[in-house]
């Protein structure tokens, strides 16, 4: 029979190892958010499908030839703006060209750190090369933010898992 002193230090010893991540994996679990549903305007949520109280939107398109690279030909220009994003919150959301049926030609990832203007209301702007430009037909957002940190139980067990964003959208996704 082991002592008293050595069966009540027991759980601490077990609560200590697993705080310290020098257990096993038990506790680590990776789940992938469910993608939302793209717009021209959405409003932001999080892994859990809460609102962050921020609005996404796609303020206006075009194509056009970039300017760093015109031999390239047109590509889609894109301004979006983020309504009631801080320098807290940070959102980030998936900018996608889309054709007639919302399937995605090209994606990618805006920031609101990368927008300017007056707290509330950052404006920026994106350029996405479309292999064939001429089947855009509008840009949508996809709500789910993606500046959630995407490390997995694998990756890092400690501090690693969790409920990630959805994976970033990409050509030939049905938006």
């Not at 601490?12 to 992938?32: N, P, R, Y």
């Not at 690279?69 to 979006?80: A, E, L, N, T």
């Amino acid at each position: 029979m082991f002592p008293a002193r050595v069966r009540a230090g027991a759980p601490l010893a077990l609560v200590i190892l697993a705080l310290s991540g020098c257990s096993s994996h038990w506790g680590c679990t990776d789940t992938t958010a469910e993608r939302g549903d793209a717009g021209v305007r959405v409003q932001v949520e999080d892994t859990s499908g809460r609102l962050l109280g921020v609005t996404a939107e796609v303020v206006d398109w075009r194509l056009e030839p970039h300017p760093q690279v015109p031999s390239d030909g047109d590509q889609v220009h894109f301004r979006y703006r983020f309504h009631g994003a801080d320098e807290i919150s940070l959102p980030a959301v998936d900018a996608c060209a889309v054709d007639e049926e919302r399937v995605a030609l090209m994606c990618q990832t805006v920031y609101s750190a990368g927008a300017f203007g007056p707290v509330g209301d950052l404006t920026g702007d994106g350029w996405l090369a479309v292999e064939h430009p001429e089947q855009v037909a509008e840009v949508l957002l996809i709500p789910n933010d993606q500046s959630y940190d995407r490390r997995t139980c694998e990756q890092d067990i400690k501090d690693g898992g969790g409920l990630h964003p959805p994976e970033p959208a990409g050509v030939g996704d049905q938006l």
